[in-house]
């Protein structure tokens, strides 16, 4: 049987914010299967800050899409047909297929998903990329003790809400930064942190956070870096760690983000700032999402998800981020399970 697959392409590389010039909707035929092949159906696509840096012709620590290629990310799909013995009809499978309704992977490309320990979306979420960001990210350079302070930019989103939860659970005081009054109320009220500061209303940045830690930074999770950061790092403690996960707030500059030069900082507080990427803890993955699926079960990570229905609106979701429109994981549901619950 052969299916018509709609897919999303990079039809140009954006310069500053990406629109719907960006991206392209194809129709492709997938044949028929291959020995070792499985058709997946796609039923979540996981949109991530990430893929902004991809859309740029630039050496990166991944490569660029390329323009009219499908663009390329996480997803969860249900396997529909299978020429595989490791795989059969109705498996819930998870694999890096991208924005297109079907896809005929190879063995390799795709692994398996209990849909029984927690609903199949929290595989693009809380246990699986971000999940694994904040864990590692979090633990591994910001090592949070007891009674410190741990500021958090982006702190209502998929990664921040999450690196709070782990370091209240490692004894830290939580300060999130985030961009409205309500993902604040939902920080402090849903998710335990102590103080909250909302940068978009925030008159004077520095003043607040130096309000919201009376004993200074010793943890800076930095998930924009920019103007946000900026202020951060004048109340860094003595030997203060900053891991610096994302800098969404340059991702759509044209030209170089200017700002205060850090040396000086690092050097009279004896800080360490490192960036990072998930995938350098790939080797530890099952270890962290094991941890984090057992304080998902204790009930002391909580997590939420914002998710867009329809294939139609995955560009725009996407724009979402930029937009600040999420609270935890942003998601779209392109379709329901066929051969399970
Ligand atoms: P989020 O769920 O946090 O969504 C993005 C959020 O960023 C928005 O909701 C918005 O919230 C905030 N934002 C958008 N524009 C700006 C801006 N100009 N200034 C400040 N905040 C802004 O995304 P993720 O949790 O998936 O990712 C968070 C960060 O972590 C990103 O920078 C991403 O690139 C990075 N990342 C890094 C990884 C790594 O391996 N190093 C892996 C995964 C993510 P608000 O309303 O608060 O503005």
């Known amino acids: 049987m052969t299916f018509v697959n709609q897919q999303i392409i990079l039809a140009e590389r954006p310069k500053g914010m990406p629109d719907s010039s960006t991206f392209k909707f194809v129709e492709k035929d997938i044949d028929e299967l291959k020995e070792g092949q499985i058709l997946v159906k796609t039923l979540f696509v996981s949109v991530d800050p990430y893929m902004r840096g991809r ?16 663009i390329e990310g996480g997803a969860i799909g249900e396997v529909i047909e299978s020429k595989s013995d490791l795989f059969q009809q109705g498996d819930v499978v998870t694999g890096m297929f991208g924005w297109q309704q079907y896809y005929a992977a190879n063995e390799k490309e795709i692994r398996k998903i209990d849909p029984s320990l927690a609903p199949i979306s929290t595989h ?9 960001t904040a864990y590692f990210g979090l633990l591994e350079i910001g090592q949070p003790q007891e009674g410190e302070t741990v500021v958090i930019s982006g702190a209502a989103g998929a990664v921040g ?31 335990g942190f102590d103080e909250g500061i909302n940068y978009r209303t925030a008159k004077d940045l520095a003043n607040e ?32 760690r900053i891991p610096v996960c994302g800098a969404i707030s340059s991702y759509n500059l044209e030209g170089a983000d200017i700002g205060p030069r850090v040396q000086a900082t ?48 995955i560009p725009n979701a996407f724009l979402d981020l930029f937009k600040g429109k999420n609270i935890g994981k942003l998601l779209v549901k392109v379709a329901d399970r066929q051969y399970g619950k």
């Open 209 to 240: 956070v130096k309000r919201a830690c009376p004993e200074g930074v010793d943890v800076y999770f930095d998930n924009v870096g920019g103007e946000v950061s900026d202020a951060v790092l004048t109340r860094l403690n003595r030997f203060a």
């Open 161 to 191: 809400s999450t690196v709070g939860q782990i370091a209240k659970i490692k004894g830290a005081k939580v300060v999130g930064i985030a961009g409205s009054d309500h993902k604040i109320s939902y920080l402090k009220d849903e998710l």
């Open 55 to 70: 859309m740029e012709d630039a050496e990166s620590y991944i490569e660029p899409f390329q323009v009219g290629e499908v």
């Open 266 to 313: 690092l050097i009279k507080k004896s800080a360490l700032m490192q960036g990072f990427t998930v995938g350098n803890y790939s080797e530890r993955f099952h270890e962290g999402a094991k941890q984090l699926g057992q304080w998902l079960q204790e009930g002391k990570l909580k997590y939420r998800e914002t998710i867009k229905e329809g294939f139609e609106n």
């Open 124 to 132: 693009l979420g809380i246990l699986g990329m971000t999940g694994l």
